[in-house]
Structure formats: structure tokens, C-alpha cells
């Protein structure tokens, strides 16, 4: 299908979290661009985040100017008929008398093995609740949509993404992966580790276990869970648990557009059946390749954009999210702050080598604010762009790195969390470190004019083929894919 000649196709494309968003917001642009039309769905997060705030009110300029035919944000509900709000609450000043019958409740209530009972009734019902009633609820939202193919960053364990395959499913609608990032079974371990709800010792997670042995992994001593016990029970009622709760993008969705060779292996390695994967490319590697064609004008552009005059090559380095609360043992830092100041030593350095620019993540953008603090030059310009255009890049085992490597961009890769992913060992030009010593080290060896640089610059022209296809096709390949899930008739709902 080509935009010259294709239909016009009521597309719904989704996001649960910021860095979701940017991402899907690329992919609903370029496909508006070609007369698509796009009903965007956000899953809000929480309340008073500024960075979802921001995505909002981007998310309702283009449904008023038309690019998307509808922004749908889902977690804004209006409180209950009947529920306490600043408008209809009262206070008299003073608390009723409660009758002898009701302290001895109230008594009993506060007994911790009561209240502990208690509170795991009320949780079982609500989340039970949350997961018969989205699929129902997303069901109506697709059929009111019209659309005819379901876009998602993700297919994740939870109460999102494979409920509303599921619901999509219903409605005849089949559903498109088009992963930006990328996960294994030991990053979806390793994250979960310091979390007290996941751990198997709780005895709901014991009775879980049990039940459902495939949701539960042990290694090195400890016993996870991949969701609490009463989300497992929700999946499960709901007949949406993956055959891999711990793979990303292991369950019910239709096809997986794969980027590249590399990640086509990722994912079969990790257990993906491969009838479900399409090597495509990815929209940011038409824009990548676009960039790099004309990479000087571009540069010149962006660095006037940033209010930068320098004729040194550019360093990005790219943000991380604060993991400091979930990591694996070994985070070197007192804090995150620490981590900041530290990074804003060890990479000060190579000022006199590079014109150094910090791109935020977007789920941690007060990064940004304190190295901007400091003097660094800070944007949210989209990541792609910056890392088409720059000379070196350091991240902090971000998916990114995957563009920098298409791109044939030196990396160094520091796992300041200490996950261990391994996602981009042994890969060309990506030097991988774990600790700041090393991580010092590396950024010596990027100083300009060094054999070092020039050798680790050769190697990594020499993997690029592998991981991205810069020919500018993607996005009609994309496009074709997504005709092609727009005319089965049955829509299947399986697994390889």
C-alpha cells in the first residue's frame, strides 16, 4: 500500500507512559502524513506528573488541528455518583459518636491479621474488578472507534495492552507491535527484584505460585513472581496470560514489526515464534537515514536550534529514568544525585574535544534540570535526530543504543544499575562498562584524534547493516503490513 494509491484507514494507535508516547506519537504522525486516520489513546499514569501534562495538552493541539481525529485519554475518569469532592464535601467540625457496636468493629478491624485479611479482600475484589471491566470498557471504546487496526508500542503483562488485544479481538480488529524498546526474561526479573509486592514469600504470591507455576521464577536465591498474585488472577480469568508472562511481546498480538536481522534473532533467541515476526524497519529509521543524508546542513541546523556555535563534534549523552529504588544491588551512588554530579564530572572532560548535549529521558526529565544547572546544553529534541547527528553517544543501557549502532556511532554503554542485560554485548562498536572506574576509562578513549577512536569507529561501521535498515522504506513497508492486517477475515487470536 502507498500513500498514492492505498486506502485511508481508521487506525488507533496507544501509549501507557511517556517514553511510550514519543514513540507512538512518531508513528501517528507519519502515518497521518499519508492520510490515515488516527485516534490516539493515552493510559494516564498518575495525577500532577508534568510530564504527562505536557503530553496531554501536545496530545489535544493535534486533535484540534486535525493530525489526530481524536486524543482519548484513559485514567481521568469523574469521581462517583455520591463520592466526597471539594465541591460537594462538607464538615461540620466535628465527628459523629460512634455506638459501642462500632468501636468493637473498628477494634477487631485494626487486629493485624484482620486488617491484613481485610486489605487482601478489598485488593482481590478491586483489581478483579479493574480487569473484567476494562476488557468490556475497551471493547466499546474500539467499536466506537471504527478503527481497523490496533497499534502498540508493547504487548506487557498488566491491565492494559493484553486486555485490549483482547478487546480488539472481539471486535474483529487485529492488533500490530511496533516495539521501540527491547526486553528479556532477565530484564523483566532483574527490574523486579527490590520490589516487595513480586516477591514469592508473600503468601498470596505463595498461593499464585502454585496455582500458576509459569508466573513464578527463582534464581540465585530469589523467587519472583512476574505480576502481584491478584493481577495473575485477573490474567487469568480473563484468559489473556502470555505463554511467557515474562517475555514483552509474547502473547496475543498479530504481528511484531521487526526492525532489523539483529533484533529478529533477539527475539527468537528469547523465544518469540518467528511466524509472528516481520523484518519491516522502524519509522525513526527512515527519519535516521534522512538525517544522515545530510548530516552537515542538519547539524549546523541543530545546533543553531540549541543556541550552540562550535565546530567540535558532537557528543549526546541520553538520559536514564531514576531505577535507584528497584536496581540490583551494586548501584556505586549514595542517590541519584550523586550519580548526576558524578556523570557531570567524568564526561566534563571531553569539552575541550566535544560540543556535549544531554537529551532527558522522558520519564525523568529533572536530570535534564540539573545538568542544565550545571551548564551543560539540554534538549528534548527528539532522540532520533540527536543521535543521527552526533559523532559519539553514551547511554545507560537504553534501546537507543540500537539506533547509534545503525548509525555506525561509537557508544559506551554504562550499566549504572548494575542489570547486567547483556543486550549489546559482543556487539561492534559499543563499549560496554559496569563501573565508574571503567566508565572513566571509556570516555578516555573518546578523545578525538586517538587510535582508540579511530579503530572503535571501524568497528562499528562494520555491525551497522545488521541493526537498522536506513533505506528510507520503512515507513511504506509499515504501511503495507498495516493493509495487510486490515484485510484478514477472520482475525486470529494465537500465539505463533
Known sequence: MRPESGPRLPLMVVAQRPSDYVEMRRCALALAARGHRIQFVYKRLRRGSEDEDRILAEGRDYAAAGTFERFRVLGEESPRAGTATPENATDTGTRPRLGWFKLAVRAIFRIPVVYDLRHAIRSLIGTLRVYLRSVKGFERMIA???????????????????????????????????????ANQQEAFKSLMGQRNYQRDFLPNRIAAALFPRWAMTQDGVSLLRLPAWHILGQEITRTT???????????????????????DYYRVAGIPPPKLRVVGAIYDDELAAFRANRAAERARLLQQISLDSEKPVLLVGGCPDQTRSCPPGFEFADIDEFIDRLFEAVSGLASDYTIVFRPHPN?????????????????????????????????????????????????????????????????GVVNVQSYADFVSALHDLHTGSECLAQWRRRAEAGAARWGKLDGGSVDRIEDLIGELASLKPVPRVTH
Open 144 to 182: 466506537e472507534s471504527g478503527a481497523r487496526v490496533l497499534i502498540l508500542p508493547e504487548d506487557v503483562v498488566g491491565a492494559f495492552s493484553p486486555l485490549l488485544i483482547k478487546a480488539a479481538h472481539r471486535r474483529g480488529v487485529p492488533s500490530l507491535i511496533l516495539p521501540y524498546t527491547i
Open 364 to 428: 525523568y526529565g529533572r536530570m535534564g534540570e540539573r545538568l542544565a544547572a550545571k551548564g551543560w546544553a539540554v534538549t528534548s529534541m527528539d532522540t532520533a535526530r540527536l543521535v543521527a547527528l552526533a559523532d559519539a553517544y553514551v547511554a545507560f543501557a537504553s534501546a537507543t543504543i540500537r539506533w547509534a549502532i545503525a548509525c555506525a556511532i561509537p557508544v559506551v554503554n554504562y550499566d549504572v544499575f548494575r542489570y547486567a542485560y547483556g543486550d549489546f554485548e559482543s556487539v561492534e
Open 242 to 264: 502470555p505463554p511467557d508472562p515474562w517475555m514483552m511481546n509474547s502473547g496475543y498480538a498479530n504481528v511484531i514489526a521487526v526492525e532489523s536481522e539483529a533484533m529478529q
